[in-house]
């Protein structure tokens, strides 16, 4: 799993260098399919319940599963959702970041910072002994704090030999219920944040997800293990 991680991880950070004004989503997911190709993994999400492509493309109001199309440019002043999961050697990764292209606004850099913020309060709640609905439950209040909302329609999940196990991880409601967060367990914690209400309609496409008010939309996503020393996040690059 950790090198499944690992290419995410990469591929990730290799694709900040490319979101820039001009270059179309259809680039950037030809970019990543190659670069996981490249490294012996699969992309996870081709194929998966027939998505179409490697990576989600989100922009702006796009909340996740924006499929990338050679007729979606990049503008300086967006925002955009990458949502990558990668298969290598029996095991699954996830990962998604939300990037801005060129200058953008304070408030849509002040809503991605609440996201990946929330995204990191709750990997600290992925500790043994707590319950996997405190890490919901500390998403929402962190997120409600700073005045913005989180998306009901889309959750976290397990994470192992499927991209998808048990238990669902939602980014909202009471604290202290679901299973008991133990040693051993992999998880997909990913906080998705609306600027404006929570609600999110589906697009003609049957995948694109949009904020119903047209607000903007932000996504961070880690993988994460919880070890007898410490919550790993494997998606996330060794800081040297
Ligand atoms: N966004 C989902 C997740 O992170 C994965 C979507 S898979 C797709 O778990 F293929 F449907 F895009
Ligand atoms: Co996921």
Redesign the pocket.
């Known amino acids: 799993m950790a090198l499944a991680c690992r290419i995410v991880a990469e591929a990730l950070e290799e694709l900040k260098g490319l979101v820039k004004p001009g270059v179309t989503t259809l680039e950037l997911d030809r970019f990543v399919e190659t670069f996981i190709l490249d490294r012996g993994g699969a992309p996870a999400f081709k194929g998966y319940r027939g998505y179409p492509n490697s990576l989600c493309t989100s922009i702006n109001s796009q909340v996740v599963h924006g499929i990338p199309s050679p007729h979606s440019m990049l503008e300086e002043g967006d925002i955009i959702s990458l949502d990558l999961?990668v298969y290598y050697d029996g095991y699954y990764g996830?990962g998604a970041v939300t990037y801005p292209v060129g200058n953008i606004s304070t408030s849509a850099r002040k809503l991605l910072d609440v996201t990946e913020d929330a995204l990191y309060e709750g990997i600290g709640m992925a500790r043994p002994g707590y319950r996997i609905s405190d890490i919901s439950s500390t998403i929402q209040t962190y997120v409600e704090k700073k005045g913005y909302s989180v998306v009901r329609d889309f959750v976290?999940?397990g994470i192992g030999r499927s991209l998808h196990e048990e238990p669902q991880i939602p980014n909202f409601g009471p604290s202290g219920q679901g299973p008991r967060i133990k040693e051993g367990m992999t998880f997909?914690i990913?906080p998705m944040v609306n600027a404006g209400d929570y609600a999110v309609v589906i697009m003609e496409d049957k995948w694109t997800a949009v904020t119903k008010d047209g607000s903007l939309s932000a996504h961070f996503?880690h993988t994460v293990a919880v070890t007898k020393d410490g919550t790993v996040i494997m998606t996330q690059l060794k800081k040297d």
Do not use: L, Q, R, V
């Open positions: 999961g996830d976290g999940h997909a990913e996503e």
